[in-house]
């Protein structure tokens, strides 16, 4: 799979909103479990989100559960996410992941991964 991510919208203030997508090539896009991660400036990159299509679940880190909503169009080969009520401490670059196994947090890190976007979330 080869990604190409986009970030909707640009700069965005505490409390703001912003949408994250993450098109990919190959016809097999629905039959992988989709993710997104992200790195903040010196920090470990860290698991944000992901999408079983497998158990029909998805998952979220505690620090983004209730505020960021994963999601797929698998017609249009795309992963999204939705960032509201967003925070300073959301900033970081970030990576949009695929992985043709039954994936599931906790199991390591994904197998394909796109180009990073970066977000910058001001107070």
């Known amino acids: 799979l080869r990604f190409s991510c986009r970030r909707w919208g640009g700069l965005v203030q505490a409390g703001g909103s912003l949408r994250l997508s993450c098109a990919a090539s190959?016809?097999?896009?629905?039959?992988?479990?989709m993710g997104w991660y992200r790195q903040a400036p010196g920090k470990e990159r860290e698991f944000v989100a992901a999408?079983?299509?497998?158990?029909?679940?998805?998952y979220y880190a505690d620090s983004v559960k209730g505020r960021f909503t994963i999601s797929r169009d698998n017609a249009k080969n795309t992963l999204y996410l939705q960032m509201n009520n967003m925070k300073p401490e959301d900033t970081a670059v970030y990576y949009c992941?695929?992985?043709?196994?039954?994936?599931?947090?906790?199991?390591?890190?994904?197998?394909?991964w796109g180009k990073g976007t970066l977000v910058t979330v001001s107070s």
């Open positions: 992941a695929a992985d043709p196994g039954d994936w599931l947090p906790g199991r390591g890190a994904m197998d394909y």
């Open positions: 190959g016809r097999t896009f629905s039959r992988y479990t």
């Open positions: 999408d079983n299509w497998r158990r029909g679940s998805t």
